[in-house]
């Protein structure tokens, strides 16, 4: 145990905040020429991954309070990437839907990735080690009722 458990060094969610805000500014020069900030990168991912998709599952899926997302996304439809519409199936339900645009934009973002790597110059093995950190440390997060929002 460290001697002093109150030392900043030793807190978790200092370590957590400063890795989070350093990564997110690598990002912000390479996701700039596509127009896109982090969080609506992010956004992108998920849709990328399948669509439609409602706004009830891509809050869910982000870790996003419906109220964060609306923005994210009026912003990415008015940048012609996403367009929303209310489901046919339930007219309470608001989908999610790439436009051609949006669809192609993922070409450009594969290489996001490997940028991002290069630069933080991290072994790929001990990244990927991290992110299975982060998810057990989200897990055990939800677990014990803590909202990560």
Not at 79 to 94: H, K, P, Q
């Amino acid at each position: 145990m460290p001697d002093d458990l109150l030392a900043l060094e030793n807190q978790v969610c200092f370590g957590l905040a400063v890795a989070a805000r350093s990564v997110i500014a690598l990002y912000r020069p390479v996701l700039e020429p596509l127009g896109l900030t982090h969080p609506q990168y992010l956004v992108m991912l998920a849709l990328w991954e399948r669509e439609p998709r409602t706004v009830k599952d891509l809050s869910e899926t982000l870790a996003l309070e419906p109220a964060t997302l609306s923005p994210l996304l009026k912003r990415l439809e008015a940048t012609g990437y996403i367009e929303r519409r209310r489901s046919a199936a339930d007219e309470r339900a608001l989908e999610v839907r790439l436009t051609a645009s949006g669809r192609a934009l993922r070409a450009e973002a594969e290489t996001i990735p490997p940028r991002i790597v290069e630069q933080l110059g991290l072994p790929v093995a001990e990244l990927e080690n991290l992110r299975e950190s982060l998810h057990a440390i989200i897990g055990a997060a939800v677990r014990a009722d803590v909202r990560a929002v």
